[in-house]
């Protein structure tokens, strides 16, 4: 099973900063790897896939980066509607699907 | 647009079995581009795939989970259901439903992550 590990655990950025969120494979996973956003109360959002590809819908402001075992979301400016939780998912080994533990934006 | 809805009982005894289903609506839960997928998500904790089926009625499970799990669907009804059996406090949580979507190409498939997703429907294991 391939581990998925996110850091910081909690990132506080002020609105119009920007933030930056990485995650790490156990072992590679090419670029098969996706960003979902989450706010509280709501289901996950896909943001991102292939890594770098930004999802239907998702504003410029949100960009993916990385391959193999390191991946970096960055977020270039934060709006008051970005704080939420941010998790990464490997695609690339499966079963199982594996998703990190999250990382949480909130205000400075 | 495709929207899922999850739904089922919101409170199983210790011990029972969990039964949810998951109503596809917009668009064909037959089409051969899709998995279909539940994922779990405890109070306060972070998501864990619990399995994905095919409109063939092929299964993949997390192998933490697969002695407990069955998902099926009925494509008839465009639905696609989860059982968990011998649930116990742990299994509380929000349970969703997710379209996988892939592409099959001449270096292999192509997965593009879970999207969209149901609300959500909260299980709560208790006596």
């Known amino acids: 099973e391939i581990v998925m590990t996110q850091s910081p655990a909690t990132l506080s950025v002020s609105p119009g900063e920007r933030a930056t969120l990485s995650c790490r494979a156990s072992?590679?996973?090419?670029?098969?790897l996706a960003w979902y956003q989450q706010k509280p109360g709501q289901a996950p959002r896909l943001l991102i896939y292939?890594?770098?590809t930004r999802a239907t819908g998702i504003p410029a402001r949100f960009s993916g980066s990385g391959s193999g075992t390191e991946f970096t979301l960055t977020i270039s400016s934060l709006q008051s509607e970005d704080f939420a939780v941010y998790y990464c998912?490997?695609?690339?080994?499966?079963?199982?699907?594996?998703f990190g533990p999250g990382t949480k934006v909130d205000i400075k | 647009q495709l929207q899922l809805q999850e739904s089922g009982p919101g409170l199983v005894k210790p011990s029972e079995t969990l039964s949810l289903t998951c109503t596809v609506s917009?668009?064909?839960?037959?089409?051969?581009?899709?998995?279909w997928g539940w994922i779990r998500q405890p109070p306060g904790k972070g998501l864990e795939w619990i399995g994905n089926?095919?409109?063939?009625?092929?299964?993949y499970y997390n192998p933490s989970l697969k002695s407990r799990v069955t998902i099926s669907v009925d494509t008839s009804k465009n639905q696609f259901s989860l059982k968990l059996s011998s649930v116990t406090a742990a299994d509380t949580a929000v349970y969703y439903c997710?379209?996988?979507?892939?592409?099959?190409?001449?270096?292999?498939?192509?997965?593009?992550?879970?999207?969209?997703w149901g609300q959500g429907t909260l299980v709560t294991v208790s006596s």
């Open positions: 997710a379209r996988d979507p892939f592409r099959v190409t001449l270096f292999g498939v192509e997965r593009f992550g879970f999207d969209p």
């Open positions: 917009g668009g064909s839960i037959s089409s051969s581009s899709y998995y």
């Open positions: 292939g890594a770098s």
């Open positions: 072992q590679s996973v090419s670029s098969n």
């Open positions: 089926i095919y409109y063939s009625g092929s299964t």
């Open positions: 998912q490997q695609y690339n080994n499966w079963p199982p699907l594996t």
